[in-house]
């Protein structure tokens, strides 16, 4: 079965500063792919960032990047000039072939002015 | 575009009452999920539905039943709530191909039980 562990329950950064979440995750699986969701107080699920494992490049989006290790099985996101409204909390997921999607517990960030 | 729609919001059960839990999307998904959220365990899965005709069980199915009524619905039932099952319920779809990035959720709102 697959895992996926974030080793951070809480986090915290100052406002403009760079901050990285750690993630790993277990598989015997080679074709997957992983996620970072963000859910603000809302309680709604928001995507940050997507990696499809047979890519070696690493997925940006503005802000955010990841850090993809695929052989030590690792995942992390940076946040770079980090904002107010990027407090949060964040999960690090993985989705087999079968789209079963497996969250980590979570990470809460909070960005202090 | 209305996304995924869950019902109801909010509700407060007594132990051993039951109730489902509708979830219905309006994208042609054909992946649908049910998640439950409880404080420091993020999202556990409960069930899923790979395409419309199937279920598979997840992380923590005890004491939940679902159904795919159509491509559209999936619903979530508790036949003897349990104060355990206390928690936020997400529903949640996919397009599920192989191709990059089309494999992204989106969710519901959630649905905050509470079993008394």
């Known amino acids: 079965a697959q895992t996926v562990t974030q080793s951070q329950p809480e986090m915290s950064v100052q406002e403009a500063e760079t901050v990285t979440l750690s993630c790993t995750y277990d598989t015997s699986e080679n074709n997957y792919y992983l996620f970072w969701y963000k859910q603000p107080p809302s309680r709604q699920m928001i995507l940050v960032i997507r990696q499809e494992a047979y890519k070696q490049q690493n997925a940006t989006e503005n802000r955010f990047s990841v850090n993809f290790q695929k052989a030590a099985k690792s995942f992390s996101l940076k946040i770079s000039d980090s904002q107010l409204g990027d407090t949060a909390m964040y999960f690090c997921?993985?989705?087999?072939?079968?789209?079963?999607?497996?969250f980590g517990e979570g990470t809460q960030l909070t960005v202090n002015p | 575009n209305a996304g995924v729609t869950q019902t109801p919001k909010f509700q407060v059960l007594k132990t051993g009452q039951s109730m489902t839990l509708q979830c219905a999307q309006d994208?042609?998904?054909?992946?649908m999920y049910w998640y439950r959220q409880d404080p420091g365990m993020g999202l556990r899965l409960i069930y899923y539905s790979a395409s419309e005709g199937t279920t598979d069980k997840g992380e923590v199915p005890n004491g939940y039943n679902v159904s795919r009524l159509n491509k559209r619905e999936f619903s979530l039932r508790l036949e003897s709530a349990a104060p355990s099952q206390t928690s936020v319920y997400f529903c949640?779809?996919?397009?599920?191909?192989?191709?990059?990035?089309?494999?992204?959720?989106?969710f519901g709102a959630g649905s905050r039980l509470t079993v008394l």
């Open positions: 997921a993985f989705m087999n072939w079968a789209s079963r999607l497996t």
């Open positions: 949640a779809s996919t397009r599920q191909v192989r191709i990059s990035g089309a494999n992204v959720l989106t």
């Open positions: 994208m042609n998904h054909n992946s």
